[in-house]
């Protein structure tokens, strides 16, 4: 792990990535030793400072540690954290902290052919996302909705929990976006109240737009979800899963267009 | 610094602390060298673990830890995080973390007593507090609505910034619990969408009652604020402070209950 661009595993405590969750992450897959879609990563993490006044990370010595990092791996997943930086006690940001930059390299799961061909099984958690216009769109790090979506369920054969709103609108899963495809539209959720604006989402919504699949951005209701011809989820360590089951319900992977699954899976992969 | 018993100041880059604020935290005002209100911290905190399945900490263990750590200081606050612990990466909490504990005693401002006897100057937020009633009243290391807000203003006559929810309730200050007396009546906003359910915030709603003040806890409008015969603020640091001015809008101190106010300071300031 690299911290400030030096080995090391600690961060001070009075970081207030810690004191309060003020900043920001990415997680990047690696494949071939290279970090995918490495300019869409950079530039919502470069996004995400400036909408909350952290001062960002120099571009080029990020993408410096990203490799230092990666080192002789080919596959993988690169964490990048960026805190506000050490501070003192209270909300206020102070204007002379330092941001803390941490680059961390792991081990991903190899996922087999078979959850992309046959699809995944998802349920709906209880769990809801707060409405907070200020914050939505933005990876940052207060994540305990996440973390208490995840926790309620322990069965293994489960790989995604989809969210809502307090208004019963589908958002995303605990950790992916969501595509609803119905009469060979597809449909991914408005995040302007809550959620995370993942680069695998918008990949997948610039390739639709490429590919003339007609795609809308708009809110997605339950009756949405139920009546939908396929579903998916994307994230970037993953591309697209589709949904074969949500709750109990199954679902037709048919509507899924080969083109975009194809193309997703290859461009998704590649630093560019 | 106190982190897991030892004098620290670092911790494990991997703390679900700083990866996903998966915590909580308490802030105990020290005065004669005696935590105040100790048993009401411990209790939130124990409640809050107990609410996010974090192993609480050892009570006895946690009292020791506070007054090594207060040493022979005899004013100020302490600072206590505790944490889900070190974990791999997602969300899903690992059944075997084991949760850090950090007490840190830090200097804290003296108030004047123009403070309590004038009021303050306060003003309404832009930024909202997102509902999720898995996580309102804890005070866990979500934080990032409270910094957003309190980014808010520069000016440093104004003390506290009131925040509301999407519905355009109030519902509390960026660090501190609201009153609003009308008629001879105290109202404090209702927390289980949002919010933080304050130790002071909750010792003024037994002392109201043992001094036959009647309190409500309800849904709290813009119309209920600017109608106030008198407003204030609470937390355990300040006890309670009087509004005198929020947005240009002046208020009388004159409905706040003297013998409220003064049991408070005596009671909110001792170590029970």
Chains 1, 2 share one sequence.
């Not at 990535?17 to 995918?36: N, R, S, Y």
């Not at 960002?56 to 990048?80: H, R, S």
């Not at 989402?201 to 007609?214: H, K, N, R, Y």
Request: hydrophobic share 40%.
């Amino acid at each position: 792990m690299l911290i400030n661009g030096k080995a090391d595993t600690q961060i001070a405590a009075t970081d207030r990535g810690l004191q309060f969750g003020d900043g920001l992450f990415e997680t990047i897959a690696i494949k071939d030793g290279q970090p995918c879609l490495w300019r869409r990563h950079l530039d919502r993490l470069l996004s995400g400072c400036s909408r909350l006044a952290i001062t960002p990370p120099d571009a080029d010595q990020l993408y410096d540690e990203v490799f230092k990092e990666i080192g002789e791996e080919k596959q993988g997943v690169i964490k990048i954290i960026v805190t506000r930086g050490p501070g003192k006690r209270g909300y206020r940001p102070q204007s002379n902290t330092t941001p803390t930059r941490i680059v961390n390299w792991n081990r991903s799961p190899a996922f087999p052919d078979q959850v992309y061909q046959r699809g995944i099984i998802a349920r709906l958690c209880s769990t809801r996302l707060g409405w907070n216009p200020a914050l939505a769109g933005l990876k940052h790090l207060n994540r305990l909705e996440q973390v208490l979506a995840r926790s309620e369920w322990h069965d293994p054969s489960i790989q995604e929990g989809l969210m809502m709103d307090a208004a019963d609108r589908v958002i995303e899963g605990t950790s992916s976006n969501l595509f609803v495809i119905q009469n060979d539209k597809l449909h991914t959720p408005d995040l302007s109240r809550c959620g995370v604006a993942g680069v695998m989402q918008g990949l997948i919504i610039e390739v639709a737009e490429e590919l003339d699949i007609p795609i809308v951005v708009s809110d997605i209701s339950l009756h949405d979800l139920w009546t939908a011809d396929s579903l998916f989820v994307s994230n970037s360590l993953i591309g697209i899963w589709p949904i074969r089951e949500l709750s109990g319900q199954e679902f037709s992977l048919d509507a899924i267009p080969d083109k975009l699954m194809d193309t997703i899976l290859d461009r998704g992969f590649r630093n560019e």
